[in-house]
């Protein structure tokens, strides 16, 4: 029993330190874990430039590998901390943790692979959690909100340019011709989506005056493209944040939430006098 408890403490310790960042052995490990994910970007960079790799290419590697242990013992210790470690494996977190770990461990049978090390720049979103930045995830709920509320009047929209850019591309390629660039149908829609873009390549351009006028219409019209959908996400934003604004103002007051995991599911975001998990009920680690 006394072995049983001690072995709890210690992975309760564990926990406390790789999974809250309110603490100050967590919020130390965080800044650990993120300076480690930017100079393993760094690194990946370098290596990919190839004078700079021919020079310092052992010592890139080396670091290269130190990180990657330091990642391995992270992620096994995160599993072994936690009561539900398929939680975390198959998370958003645990699947990024893989991924960024297993690169360089396989580039062994596929050369090459380890340039997808580069998704360690992922775990950068851990930074929310130490800079305290919880209280912001409510303005992005708000804006993926906007979105899904407006994706119907998006699609539609979209719908609208695409068969718009089908039929501009069509008269292009009749009025243009081979001598212009505009090849084939498709290489003309092409032509118009990158107009409508605002883009412009100017790798195909109109040389008659009855192109040069559709292609003045295509410009103009191109700013609508590009300011109706976001006038249409911008009034679902406003609406959500009204909506929010009045359920705050009938709850009376902000309720502060913080990193705290749970050590059974790992799911965060709980209030500050919360004692179970609002996710699974697990009993929290207050103390």
């Excluded at 901390?81 to 596929?110: A, E, N, Q, W």
């Excluded at 995830?137 to 068969?163: M, P, Y």
């Excluded at 390549?201 to 019209?221: K, R, W």
């Excluded at 009204?242 to 050590?263: D, F, K, L, M």
């Amino acid at each position: 029993m006394e072995k049983e408890n001690s072995n709890n403490n210690w992975k309760n310790k564990v926990h406390e330190i790789i999974y809250e960042a309110d603490t100050p052995m967590g919020k130390w490990f965080d800044i650990i874990l993120i300076i480690l994910i930017f100079v393993s970007v760094i690194i990946i960079m370098l290596e990919s430039v190839k004078s700079i790799d021919a020079v310092h290419h052992d010592l890139l590697f080396t670091l290269e590998w130190i990180i990657t242990i330091f990642f391995t013992i992270e992620y096994i210790a995160r599993i072994i901390s936690i009561k539900k470690p398929l939680k975390y494996v198959f998370s958003f977190y645990g699947i990024v943790d893989l991924l960024s770990t297993i690169p360089l461990y396989i580039s062994y049978i596929f050369v090459g692979s380890q340039v997808l090390l580069a998704i360690r720049a992922f775990r950068l979103l851990r930074v929310f959690r130490i800079l305290k930045l919880v209280q912001f995830l409510g303005e992005a709920s708000q804006l993926k909100n906007a979105l899904k509320a407006s994706r119907a009047k998006i699609t539609v929209f979209l719908f609208a340019v695409l068969i718009i850019s089908v039929i501009l591309g069509t008269l292009m390629y009749i009025i243009e011709g081979d001598e212009a660039g505009f090849t084939s149908i498709p290489t003309s829609i092409y032509w118009t989506i990158v107009t409508l873009t605002t883009v412009g390549y100017g790798d195909i351009a109109p040389i008659t005056p009855q192109g040069q006028l559709i292609a003045t219409i295509v410009m103009l019209v191109g700013y609508g493209v590009i300011a109706v959908p976001t006038g249409i996400v911008t009034v679902e934003f406003g609406k959500q944040k009204s909506g929010n604004s009045q359920t705050s103002a009938q709850e009376g007051s902000y309720v502060h939430v913080n990193t705290q995991a749970c050590p059974t599911c790992s799911s965060e975001g709980h209030r500050d006098d919360a004692t179970h998990c609002y996710n699974c009920g697990s009993i929290l680690n207050n103390e």
